[in-house]
């Protein structure tokens, strides 16, 4: 009597080799029906995975391993031996568990029997074979990505949050989506000053979506706003086996912008100086928010940060600094601050004035044609690098020289790159209109503080004998969140003792408190 085999199917799905879901089916099918025409009974494992990866994501093959160890199966049928694993070690790793419990491999070719030193034999041939193999398809997949990203194809599997890849005359492109308006929302708050909880908050608050269909968490809004693809730049990043990023191509104006690149980079530097220095700094935003001016104030001795408290009398005071600096009640800080901040004002103004005389055409243009220059060269490049590849497949080249010129053409192509990435910046730097609208937001976001603590006729001082206009505590964040996009910091210094000489150079030394402020502006 024929033995009824009870058989574990295998089928695995790698993207690494060019596998589609129209191949998993078909391998599906094909096993399935192998095992019917058999008589034998199965159960199904599947995987989507590289044959190589590590063996601990091997989630599927490790349980199909463990079972064969429980004696559940008499065989494991699979298109062929290289889908079980594509690495030499791990094909000896299956091969030693089946061998030992006495399992089968059966292919719609063959019947594998791995006790058998000769089968034994054919089967680490076949998986050396398979192991090569899989090394030259990687890298031949690598080479066509790297071309095609170099062309400002999108090639990775997934898209960012407000895109859908698409085919758009047969090259694989990015398309802005019913998202894109989120990321855009996204950027104009944290350009606006507003700290990533507080952008997943807003995102929440107005019932927006993520790429996951739910709320919006931290990770995901730092994601969107450090991803510089959302300028249209098409974004390749190149790693070694460790993970660790070895080069980074980039191709600007591949694909339909959602935000400019200007303001992408205000919003790097506005998480920059979110994010650096030490850690009072980088907890900022951090705390009950009791005064317009908190996080700002700092010692014009020792240079420390200082903070506010309330005194037994319940008034909000400065705290005394580590040097010995005494404090003033905050009421008596905010008159020597709104006349401070009345300067700051004008300087921006006087600044703004000045940017809209200045023409910045000339240096712009010959930025311009560097980086046109420069793009020219990088095409040449590519071109050599393309040429050089040709030659050596027709043999005009050994490998050893072909790798060499290769290195020194592709180290190039880097350098040219870079210093595209550059001149772009510069250009930006050198940009009036950018220049302008930096002005006319420090203005603009001056002008908002005004509004917000509504001062008669728009003005921060106040008529002798009236008294200072005072903020509302539920305006204490938002007009604190303002101050921060136009102030640095705030240097305080307390004098208790006032020295002057009069005409006759007579020295007179007066005791009244005199505050002294210093705003450093961004």
Same mark, same amino acid.
């Given at each position: ?160 949050? #407000? ?160 040097? #010995? ?132 006729? #728009? ?64």
């Amino acid at each position: 009597m024929v033995k009824q085999y009870h058989v574990a199917i295998f089928n695995r799905k790698s993207r690494n080799e060019g596998d589609t879901d129209e191949t998993l089916r078909n391998h599906r099918q094909i096993t399935i029906r192998l095992c019917e025409e058999k008589g034998y009974t199965y159960d199904n494992y599947e995987e989507i995975i590289s044959g190589a990866s590590k063996f601990e994501e091997r989630k599927e093959l490790i349980r199909l391993l463990e079972n064969v160890d429980k004696g559940m199966y008499d065989a494991v049928v699979t298109v062929e031996v290289s889908r079980l694993a594509r690495s030499g070690q791990y094909s000896q790793i299956i091969a030693d568990t089946l061998a030992e419990n006495n399992v089968l491999i059966i292919t719609p070719k063959e019947t594998i029997d791995l006790t058998i030193d000769s089968q034994r034999l054919l089967y680490d041939i076949q998986a050396a074979v398979n192991s090569n193999e899989y090394r030259v398809i990687r890298n031949r997949m690598r080479t066509g990505m790297i071309e095609k990203a170099k062309r400002g194809e999108y090639v990775s599997a997934k898209a960012p949050f #407000g895109y859908d890849a698409v085919i758009k005359n047969k090259i694989r492109t990015l398309q802005p989506n019913e998202n894109a308006s989120t990321v855009k929302f996204c950027y104009d708050l944290a350009e606006k000053g507003y700290g990533m909880k507080q952008i997943v908050k807003e995102l929440n608050l107005r019932g927006l979506k993520s790429s996951s269909g739910g709320k919006f968490a931290f990770k995901s809004v730092q994601n969107i706003l450090k991803n510089k693809q959302y300028t249209g730049t098409n974004i390749f990043k190149l790693s070694d086996k460790k993970g660790n990023i070895t080069n980074v191509i980039e191709v600007p104006d591949a694909f339909t912008k959602i935000v400019s690149l200007e303001q992408w980079l205000k919003v790097q530097d506005a998480i920059k100086e979110r994010t650096s220095g030490d850690n009072e700094v980088r907890n900022r935003a951090r705390g009950e928010v009791r005064t317009i001016l908190k996080d700002l104030l700092y010692c014009s001795n020792c240079g420390a940060k200082i903070g506010f408290q309330f005194n037994p009398a319940r008034n909000l005071m400065v705290k005394k600094c580590r040097c #010995g600096m005494r404090g003033i009640t905050e009421q008596a800080l905010l008159e020597y601050f709104w006349d401070e901040l009345i300067s700051v004002e004008k300087h921006f103004r006087k600044e703004w004035e000045k940017a809209l005389e200045i023409s910045s055409e000339g240096t712009a243009k010959e930025i311009t044609l560097q980086i046109d220059a420069l793009n020219s060269s990088k095409s040449k490049l590519n071109k050599k690098l393309k040429r050089a590849r040709d030659e050596y497949l027709d043999g005009v080249f050994t490998k050893e020289e072909y790798l060499s010129d290769k290195a020194d053409i592709e180290k190039e192509i880097q350098e040219v790159e870079s210093n595209i990435v550059e001149l772009e910046k510069r250009l930006l730097a050198v940009d009036t209109e950018g220049l302008r609208k930096k002005l006319q937001d420090r203005v603009h976001w001056i002008e908002e503080v005004k509004r917000i603590t509504k001062k008669r006729q #728009g003005k921060l001082t106040m008529p002798i004998g009236e008294e200072m206009p005072a903020v509302q505590p539920e305006d204490f964040p938002e007009v604190n969140r303002l101050l921060k996009l136009v102030i640095d910091k705030i240097y305080y210094r307390r004098d208790d003792e006032h020295t002057w000489v009069d005409e006759e150079g007579n020295v007179e030394v007066t005791k009244e408190i005199y505050v002294h402020l210093n705003i450093t502006t961004k």
